[in-house]
Nanobody
Framework: QVQLMESGGGSVQAGGSLRLSCATY?????????MGWFLQAPGKEREGVAF????????NYADALKGRFTISQDNAKNTLYLQMNSLRPEDTAMYYC???????????????????WGQGTQVTVSS
């Protein structure tokens, strides 16, 4: 059974950077599944940010974030990362790490299709 634990969130000034980490524990599901990041602002639905298929390394990003955010995985450390650059106040949200044994073509960035979730880490970007 896989467990996820996010870290790296915090408060940052606009234009700054943060690097979120998602440590995984348990079975190495990521060798054939899908891992990614979601964000959720207060009063809004959870939205997909970026996803990676560990089997082939392919990635997908939300159009609004592509070019500023980068998802990656360190298999040796069983850790997923989200590098966040040029942060804007509108990026403020709770960020969640998620994983599923199904490949990313199946999950399609839909939160309800991810079986395993972390508790989230808050990112706050001030002007």
């Amino acid at each position: 059974q896989v467990q996820l634990m996010e870290s790296g969130g915090g408060s940052v000034q606009a234009g700054g950077s943060l690097r979120l980490s998602c440590a995984t524990y348990g079975n190495a599901f990521y060798v054939s599944g899908c891992m990614g990041w979601f964000l959720q602002a207060p009063g809004k639905e959870r939205e997909g940010v970026a996803f990676i298929d560990p089997a082939d390394g392919s990635t997908n990003y939300a159009d609004a974030l592509k070019g500023r955010f980068t998802i990656s995985q360190d298999n040796a450390k069983n850790t997923l990362y989200l590098q966040m650059n040029s942060l804007r106040p509108e990026d403020t949200a709770m960020y969640y790490c998620a994983a599923d044994r199904q490949n990313c073509l199946y999950t399609r960035g839909v939160s309800s299709k991810f079986a395993t979730w972390g508790q989230g880490t808050q990112v706050t970007v001030s002007s």
